[in-house]
């Protein structure tokens, strides 16, 4: 069984960064694994949405549009960990942000859930 924990969510003003921490355990995440870690986020009233995927092996990533150029996922293998570097930040990106992962890339559903952490960006 696979856990998430984020953290790093706060207040911050438009035009201002934070970086999110997704800790995963429950089991080893190496350079060999087929799972795929996710970002979302689901604002008041909204649904949840994509914002970015990146894989445990390799370097591929992929972001929403409304985020690319601005926000950036990677990982630390060796701390089990996934980061959302967000940049620039803009009030339309306050929501609650969640990770989340599933066993590979052509896997239909996300498995693994966080609990989800608040980023509120005031104008």
């Known amino acids: 069984q696979v856990q998430l924990v984020e953290s790093g969510g706060g207040l911050v003003q438009a035009g201002g960064s934070l970086r999110l921490s997704c800790a995963a355990s429950g089991r080893t995440f190496g350079t060999y694994s087929t799972y795929v870690m996710g970002w979302f986020r689901q604002a008041p009233g909204k649904e949840r949405e994509f914002v970015a995927t990146?894989?445990?092996?390799?370097?591929?990533?992929y972001y929403a549009d409304s985020v690319k150029g601005r926000f950036t996922i990677s990982r630390d293998n060796a701390k089990n960990t996934v980061y959302l570097q967000m940049n620039s930040l803009k009030p339309e990106d306050t929501a609650v942000y969640y990770c989340?992962?599933?066993?590979?890339?052509?896997?239909?559903?996300?498995?693994?859930w966080g609990q989800g952490t608040q980023v509120t960006v005031s104008s």
């Open positions: 990146i894989k445990w092996s390799g370097t591929n990533t």
């Open positions: 989340a992962a599933k066993t590979s890339a052509v896997a239909a559903r996300w498995d693994y």
